[in-house]
């Protein structure tokens, strides 16, 4: 799912694109995108873009006399710039936003079509559609606090619900929490404030890095949870850039959490699911351990 710095690096280059154009036309694909009616669609059609913002993970498309077009992503959702009037072939292609020197096309791999659009009128439609999660470049290191001790739960949930922190997802968690050298399991409850001090400084790191990063003078296409210069996310079984040692994961339903053993757990290998129905009793406490069970012979 794209997350704070991807969506920060597509407003960056729609703004350029779109940003005092008029929208002309609005073209579906897919039944199942549009999920409101009020305003209507065509009442964004021959209408000046004039803002753009992020609300959470959300893209939101403003035109005049205050009606916004917001788009959610989800998980396999991508935006295009193509040709003018470009054609919208294949199921992939959910929509297209048409102006006169271009057209936003919306993607959606896979058969699940979870990305959204959302017609609304104003501020408050804004604000209904927003989660509520503190956004980190404007928080205070007090606020920041508040939010990570609003409930007591371990810090990779923490870190990706978004009534709680504006913009992570499972992707960039793992970035920060490995920046900040921090378990995932760890119980907000049981953080010192040093650990929260390092934790709201690795978290604007880690995204202002990425943003300046994926910055390009292009169009970002091939958007991406998976990249090869991240330390711990999606590199299950390589070693990490710290220390060398493997990392290792935790595997809950379609999500996996990685992590390093050394930088983050102090040596202990978290419990994976999978990994213990296999293991039973037997399940390693060590990354050694985990090494010896799994050596051939």
């Given at each position: ?132 999660g503190l956004e ?16 007591n739960h371990t ?143």
């Amino acid at each position: 799912m794209p997350e704070y710095p991807d969506i920060t690096v597509y407003l960056e280059a729609l703004e350029g694109l779109i940003l005092g154009h008029t929208l002309e036309q609005v073209r579906f694909n897919s039944p199942f995108l549009l999920r409101s009616l009020e305003p209507p669609v065509s009442a964004a059609v021959g209408k000046k873009v004039v803002a753009l913002r992020r609300i959470g993970k959300r893209i939101a498309i403003g035109v005049e006399n205050d009606v916004w077009l917001v788009l959610h992503l989800m998980i396999a959702g991508r935006l295009h710039w193509k040709k003018p009037a470009a054609k919208l072939g294949g199921r992939q292609m959910l929509c297209a936003f048409d102006f006169c020197h271009g057209a936003l096309i919306l993607t959606e791999a896979g058969t699940k079509k979870r990305a959204s659009l959302h017609m609304v009128q104003g501020e408050q439609g804004l604000q209904a559609l927003d989660p509520g999660g503190l956004e980190i470049f404007t928080a205070t290191l007090g606020q920041f606090h508040g939010a990570i001790m609003s409930e007591n739960h371990t810090l990779k949930r923490t870190l990706t619900d978004p009534r709680v922190l504006s913009g992570i997802g499972n992707a960039y968690s793992d970035e920060i929490l490995h920046r900040a050298k921090l378990s995932p399991v760890q119980l907000t409850g049981k953080m010192t404030s040093a650990q929260v001090e390092v934790l709201f400084d690795a978290t604007k790191r880690v995204l202002t890095e990425w943003v300046a990063r994926l910055r390009s003078p292009d169009f970002p296409e091939g958007v991406t949870a998976f990249r090869p210069e991240m330390a711990a996310h999606g590199k299950f079984g390589q070693p990490c850039p710290v220390c060398e040692s493997k990392i290792q994961r935790i595997r809950y339903a379609n999500t996996e959490t990685n992590y390093c053993v050394t930088c983050q757990t102090g040596g202990k290998l978290l419990a994976d699911r999978s990994l213990s129905r296999l293991l039973g009793k037997d399940f390693p406490r060590t990354l050694e351990e985990l090494e010896a069970k799994l050596r051939p012979g």
